[in-house]
């Protein structure tokens, strides 16, 4: 592929059916410079995009301008409801915002206390980015994601907080052993409240549908099945999301924090711990995502009897949300 492919409005640049096209796909996604685009270089490139679809583009415009420009539009305005984004819950955001709770996470000699509040701020923040990324085809009352959100924070304090009682009360470890595995517990916490928060978040999904696309990108029907397969991909993603950034830095700072520098300077290791815990989350969070593409294809035969009527397509397309 070349460097730069011909522009393709509402397309990646990049191969969607490979995981590397994906991969690469996501890593312009998760690009935290578009954080720092002003409002009227977001409208330049909204007004360059509308000339793209009307024909009426400027002469002397290149591809890598039309793809730059909508890369920056998707990190800002949601697919569905052409709404701002607030920074902290952007895709683009995630990293840089969800670092400093990660560390909170990991963080050694935890007490109760402390274990309920980074649990509850995480779960808060991904309840925000679930809410925010949403598949939004189908307008939902904010109640019911409240409901959901209050289901994410408790499953997720109920299990750290459970987990760790029973490391406090498992006699045959030694107390290095019972802090080494203290630092694990955050990973099936985590990974089980994610699923719940994606689960409780975008329920009402799975009980109205989502709207399916036919090639040209017109609405074909509203599928309660698509809406199915949509929340297992996400769910998968938070599963798999955590696994390097909950279970790596524990590992690596346990060998680390050996080292004769950092037995000399301990003032050191919570900036290297943070390091460490940013380098995990930028590399798992693509990873993550790019297992299934954002917008996904789902044979019309997979799909309710009416939809197969309603259109000539063998494949259709839905926003799978991130």
Avoid at 118 to 137: F, G, I, K, P
Wanted: glycine letters at 4%; aromatic letters at 8%.
């Amino acid at each position: 592929m070349s460097e730069c492919p011909p522009f393709q409005y509402g397309k990646s640049r990049f191969n969607q059916d490979m995981f590397l096209g994906r991969f690469r796909h996501f890593l312009d996604v998760i690009d935290p410079r578009t954080l720092f685009v002003s409002e009227k270089r977001l409208q330049e490139c909204v007004k360059l995009l509308d000339s793209f679809k009307q024909g009426t583009l400027p002469p002397g415009v290149t591809d890598a301008e039309l793809w730059q420009a909508q890369k920056i539009k998707q990190a800002i305005i949601h697919p569905d409801t052409g709404e701002k984004i607030l920074m902290p819950f952007r895709m683009s955001g995630f990293v840089p915002f969800g670092t400093p709770v990660v560390v909170g996470l990991l963080l050694p000699n935890q007490t109760m206390a402390s274990t309920i509040f980074w649990q509850w701020l995480n779960q808060s923040h991904n309840a925000c980015v679930n809410y925010s990324n949403r598949n939004a085809s189908k307008p939902a009352p904010f109640s019911k994601f409240f409901q959901g959100y209050v289901g994410a924070v408790t499953s997720a304090v109920s299990i750290a907080v459970g987990l760790n009682v029973l490391i406090q009360r498992a006699n045959r470890l030694t107390p290095t052993s019972k802090l080494l595995v203290q630092r694990f517990v955050p990973f099936p916490a985590v990974a089980s409240a994610n699923i719940c928060n994606v689960v409780l978040m975008r329920h009402t999904e799975l009980s109205d549908g989502i709207d399916v696309l036919d090639d040209s990108g017109k609405v074909v029907g509203t599928s309660k099945v698509a809406a199915r397969h949509a929340l297992l991909e996400t769910a998968l993603t938070r599963v798999v999301m955590p696994m390097p950034i909950m279970v790596l830095p524990p590992m690596i700072m346990a060998v680390l924090e050996k080292l004769p520098l950092l037995q000399r300077q301990r003032r050191l290791v919570l900036p290297v711990h943070s390091l460490v815990c940013l380098a995990s989350f930028g590399l798992a969070l693509p990873l993550a995502i790019s297992l299934f593409p954002q917008m996904s294809q789902i044979s019309v035969n997979q799909l309710e009897p009416e939809i197969a009527m309603a259109t000539d397509c063998k494949i259709v397309t839905y926003n799978k949300g991130l």
